[in-house]
């Protein structure tokens, strides 16, 4: 075991629980520092966003990775991590490696295709180099998942489209107000799909994110979860006066936005245009309330159509993504393999150049001094010999590298030709 990432993420753990585990970026080289002093770790790299938190090390031969982690986490977070183990996720190998690709990728994230994860996943790189906890492993994995980020982004259309009715709401918002960046966002409701559109918003560049509910612990611990700000339900209507963007979703079994309590708004607002996406069902908004100028309204049926449009685009760029993905953890996969028979290749190299040295030598000795012209066709001519001996056993050796029996194999040429055990800091990396 070399390779191991241990990490919890959206998928697996509450905000409650990821906001337990976060690392400012500014503690990271700290974090990083103290992570590689554990005794099996020898190199370390933290991911640390609002989704996720990883950890990404390479385990000494026969160190305990978690064990390592299990310390660094009471050490550095004063925190029990087997009371936290039942939301960490822990790959191993080419396993941790293709999680990485997907990671920076963004097929892993939230939203799925989003580019944000990979100016994540390279500063969160930058930092461990700074740190100076990576090294011939985490040199190789990391530029790689940014080569197939990369790949990703550039040969399939994977960020382009809305799938889920909350990302259709973000997609619509774009082509209604243009640019998201610094606009104001309002979560009226504490539901699901609401918070999700949300949190999309944000990515996009959102701004500010007003919460309301009329339990308002609700809106609280929403508002929390979105770095935003709550809103008592009394003060719906001015607080919405500072809105770029509503999105409901209360399940109220009535309308509880009106045409004429938006006409009111409106005529506050001085039409400054107002999107409103009414995901709740039954409907939280009038229909006639879209009539109004300056105001777009869409439901959930409108943003299911665009779902649905783009579901199927996104199933297939999904698709073309991972090939992608086989692809280029296939051929990692067999660079990392071709490395193990390296140092055979050099240290069968070397002596060989040994031996035609003393042969050089001994010749010397029985001709004496030989004239420049001499010498050199004499290099010419014993370094052409070893070129052409080393050529099909270099050749047998870079193939046996995926073989079963590479270790018989390897062993056999080194009994044969005498040749002592070498180590090497090439990126040996997985099993």
């Not at 409650?16 to 190199?43: D, H, K, M, N, Y």
Request: aromatic share 6%.
């Amino acid at each position: 075991m070399n390779l191991m990432l241990a990490g919890l993420s959206h998928k697996t753990a509450s905000v409650e629980v990821r906001e337990r585990f976060a690392i400012s970026e500014r503690r990271i080289p700290e974090a990083l520092r103290r992570l590689q002093a554990e005794p099996e770790i020898q190199e370390a790299l933290i991911l640390s966003t609002c989704n996720r938190v990883e950890f990404v090390v390479k385990v000494r031969e026969d160190g305990d990775g978690v064990e390592a982690l299990r310390r660094f986490a009471g050490s550095f977070y004063g925190l029990e991590y087997n009371e936290h183990a039942p939301f960490f996720y822990v790959y191993y190998d080419y396993e941790a490696v293709r999680h990485l690709f997907r990671v920076a990728s963004g097929l892993d994230s939230l939203v799925v295709g989003e580019p944000q994860v990979l100016g994540q996943v390279k500063k969160a790189y930058a930092l461990a180099k700074g740190a100076q906890t990576t090294g011939s492993l985490l040199d190789a994995v990391f530029p790689q998942a940014f080569n197939v980020a990369k790949r990703v982004r550039t040969e399939t259309p994977v960020a382009e489209a809305a799938v889920s009715v909350s990302s259709a709401a973000v997609e619509l918002a774009e082509q209604v107000l243009g640019a998201l960046r610094g606009r104001t966002v309002m979560i009226i409701g504490a539901g699901q799909m609401g918070e999700l559109a949300a949190r999309h918003l944000v990515t996009k560049g959102a701004a500010t994110v007003l919460v309301s509910n009329r339990t308002y612990a609700h809106a609280v611990a929403l508002a929390e979860e979105l770095q935003g700000l709550a809103i008592r339900f009394n003060e719906l209507w001015e607080a919405m006066t500072r809105a770029d963007i509503v999105i409901s979703s209360t399940g109220c079994p009535h309308c509880i936005i009106t045409r004429v309590d938006m006409e009111a708004l409106m005529a506050r607002r001085e039409q400054r245009p107002l999107l409103l996406v009414d995901i709740a069902v039954p409907r939280d908004i009038e229909p006639a309330v879209g009539k109004i100028p300056g105001c777009t309204l869409v439901n959930v049926d409108n943003l299911q159509e665009v779902a649905h449009t783009n579901l199927r685009q996104r199933e297939e760029a999904t698709k073309a993504a991972e090939r992608i993905l086989s692809e280029e953890l296939a051929q990692f996969h067999e660079r990392q393999e071709t490395l193990r028979v390296v140092p055979t290749i050099l240290s069968l190299r070397r002596r060989l150049e040994e031996i035609r040295q003393s042969e050089l030598a001994r010749t010397r000795d029985l001709f004496g001094a030989l004239t420049p012209e001499q010498e050199e066709v004499l290099e010419s001519i014993t370094q052409g010999l070893v070129n052409k001996i080393l050529h099909t056993p270099f050749i047998e050796l870079k193939q046996a590298s995926v073989r079963p029996d590479r270790a018989a194999l390897l062993g056999v040429v080194r009994s044969v030709f005498g040749l002592e055990e070498e180590h090497t800091n090439a990126p040996l990396a997985v099993n």
